[in-house]
């Protein structure tokens, strides 16, 4: 028991953030860190349209989880995976789908969609860690960006050419 509690007492201390630490959103989106990440992350993955901070407080994790807005049917085009109909349903009623996990907004399962969250996350870690970035331009030291919603682009509509693949599959075969 005692065990645990020091556990959690670390686990704590590592996650609140430290006075100095402390940023505001503005001061986020000015960061030079962030900026160049934003710009590969837009680069690398192409069906990633734009990266905010929508979250509440900012300095409340070491973290700060970032939302990736995106077109799913260019993610679909690109893996051959399809959009869940939840996520469809929302889009063609005219909302944003926003889901922790990329596997709740395509048809896939959560390790088929491991490789590809896992990527963009090693691309936050590893522009964090760059020495090409001097240390004064960084974000504090023990913060660093993190995926935290995936959401579908405002006014996304279903193009005509979409086609869930597995979905038609299946339906032909039953």
């Known amino acids: ?28 989106y000015n960061n030079y860190e962030y900026k160049i990440t934003k710009k590969i992350i837009l680069n690398e993955f192409p069906w990633i ?15 700060i989880f970032v939302t990736l807005h995106m077109n ?19 889009i063609e009623e005219g909302h944003t789908f926003a889901t922790s996990y990329l596997s709740s907004m395509m048809n896939i399962t959560y390790n088929e969609a491991l490789p590809t969250t896992e990527k963009i996350d090693e691309t936050f870690k590893s522009v964090h860690k760059s020495q090409a970035i001097p240390p004064e331009l960084r974000l504090p030291y023990d913060r660093r960006l993190s995926t935290g919603d995936f959401k579908t682009l405002k ?20």
């Open 49 to 63: 349209k734009d990266m905010t901070f929508d979250g509440g407080n900012i300095n409340e994790y070491n973290l």
């Open 155 to 174: 006014g996304l509509t279903i193009p005509p050419t979409y086609v869930n693949w597995r979905s038609f599959i299946k339906d032909k075969n039953t």
């Open 1 to 28: 028991m005692i065990i645990l509690i020091y556990v959690l007492i670390d686990i704590f201390i590592n996650m609140a953030v430290k006075q100095e630490d402390f940023i505001t959103k503005d001061e986020l």
């Open 72 to 90: 799913p049917f260019e993610l679909s085009d690109l893996t051959g995976w399809g959009v869940y109909k939840w996520a469809l349903k929302d």
